[in-house]
Nanobody, 115 residues
Framework: VQLVESGGGLVQAGGSLRLSCAAS????????MGWYRQAPGKQRELVAL????????NYADSVKGRFTISRDNAKNTMYLQMNSLKPEDTAVYYC?????????WGQGTQVTVSS
């Protein structure tokens, strides 16, 4: 499985961005997917998770009500809609896909929120 993120960039506080994660390869084997982020000097943290059918989602408390995770299995793509962005959301955002045996990561996309 290969994962490629896109959609990051520079935005002012209060603005919005939508991240995309395109999956290729043995996508039929993917179960849950998620978004993680890592800010400079900090550990990578979970942002949001979504089940294989998109029926269940889970969010970090810090992004609840502002971020929405979704996936389009027909397009093998996962999304993260980020609204009301804050400077503390600045980080590299990584896409993650879990199969029965492996855990896959994308290369990351930078999100910078200016105050």
């Amino acid at each position: 499985v290969q994962l490629v993120e896109s959609g990051g960039g520079l935005v002012q506080a209060g603005g919005s961005l939508r991240l995309s994660c395109a999956a290729s390869g043995n996508t039929f084997s993917i179960n849950a997917m998620g978004w993680y982020r890592q800010a400079p000097g900090k550990q990578r943290e979970l942002v949001a998770l979504i089940t294989s059918d998109g029926g269940s989602t889970n969010y970090a408390d810090s992004v609840k009500g502002r971020f929405t995770i979704s996936r389009d299995n027909a397009k093998n793509t996962m999304y993260l809609q980020m609204n009301s962005l804050k400077p503390e959301d600045t980080a590299v955002y990584y896409c993650n896909a879990v199969t029965k045996y492996f855990n896959y990561w994308g290369q990351g996309t930078q999100v910078t929120v200016s105050s």
